[in-house]
């Protein structure tokens, strides 16, 4: 199907008083990772002679220095000073440095580059060699996209060239209240106000969703980003009630729902008709297979004609469970505790299964409940404390979603 979806990337005035007032709402100025650091890097002095490298895969900062030709006892001096701010055990292929020698060939200044944006500047001084270290500066660029879906969601991001990692931010906003593998439909709107992290000219991620929509079949959803005390992005409704959920809305990406959840089935292996008290979901042996919430694990076997099996007890009110499964998720063991979005297992066919899927129940009190027609509780609202600040903010990124209807009306008004 030809996708037709319009997408936006502005840098108009609304987006930048919407920022602007976003960040003077939650009282944090500049992010850390976007600010000048204070720390002045020292100065290395210009010499004669110099290296340069980029580490590949199995090869440490020391082999590397060695093999460019430099004496081993002095670059263990110039590590030992570095390994006092940097694990030097935590060097990955793509970390680089650049050295100045003096003529004698020793070290004058040594530069090692950690990932994207932690710089390590060594250089002589009386004593020996001190250290020093550095960010490179994250800029953040906000960017509004919006579109229309003729097919899913990942298709209409990737159909036009943008990242699919943005659909997938907007999937984790609004995850708890739509399913965006069975729920979209043709025609359905989507909306977002997102940070692009930039570092020396090349994009680096995704950052935060400050604001999202999604319209499913005429019902509107929106989010709406504020911090919490620990500065982590959260996101909450017109009125100020979590989107999250205490339990995902769905265990694992699915091709389709092969069986719901009914009282009288007809069981394909044993010809005869039984309760099917979960859903159960097709999809690929081996596909990954998530735990709908925290919780602890009471149970990791075999379990009959559900072959491997994992059953979660997250509070006193509900479990969760997860049939015919492959394998098991890493220290997925009975009593040990496991996150939400946890991988607890693999899609597999053990058990009473004529073909890889999932059946996936879900007891509350202790009885098998439909897992699609569950209301799960939500999320803390916004702090009472903050609550003020928080509609503040959420006013002006409406209006960032919703400018383009805005100016219309406006227009309308106005007869113009």
Known sequence: ???????????????????????LL??????????????????????????????????SLYTSLVSSGLEASHVVRVLDALGKEVNLRSCKPGDSYTADLDPDGSIAALCYKKGLTKLFMVHRDSTGYAVAKDEIPIIVVTRRIEGVLESSLWEAFTGIGEDPQI??????????????VTDPRVGDTFIMIFEELYC????IGIGDVIGAGYVNEGDEHLAFGYPDEDGKMQHYDLDGNSVKRVFLKSPLNYRRISSYFTNRRFHPILKRYRPHHGVDYAAPTGTPVVSIGDGRVVSAGWN??????????????YSSCYGHLSRYGKSVRKGNRVKQGQVVGYVGSTGLSTGPHLDFRVKR?????????????RGE????????????????????LRYKQVAAASSTASGS
């Not at 996708?3 to 930048?16: D, F, H, K, L, Y």
Request: proline letters at 4%; a negative charge.
């Open 26 to 59: 939650q009282g944090c100025g500049t992010s850390d990772s976007g600010s000048e650091s204070s720390l002045e890097a020292p100065e290395i002095a210009q010499t004669p002679a110099g290296i340069a490298d980029t580490l590949s895969s199995g090869e």
């Open 1 to 23: 199907m030809t996708e037709r979806i319009t997408a936006t990337v502005t840098a108009w005035c609304v987006i930048t008083a919407l920022v602007t007032s976003l960040l």
């Open 304 to 317: 009959g004609g559900m072959g491997k099996y994992v059953e979660i007890r997250h509070n006193h009110v």
């Open 365 to 377: 009190y202790g009885s098998y409940v439909n897992p699609l027609t569950i209301d799960y509780p």
């Open 200 to 203: 020396e000219g090349r994009k």
């Open 167 to 180: 659909a997938l931010k907007l999937a984790d906003v609004l995850g708890w209240e739509i399913d965006f």
């Open 381 to 400: 609202p916004i702090g009472e404390d903050v609550r003020e600040a928080y509609f503040a903010a959420r006013d002006v990124v409406l209006k960032g």
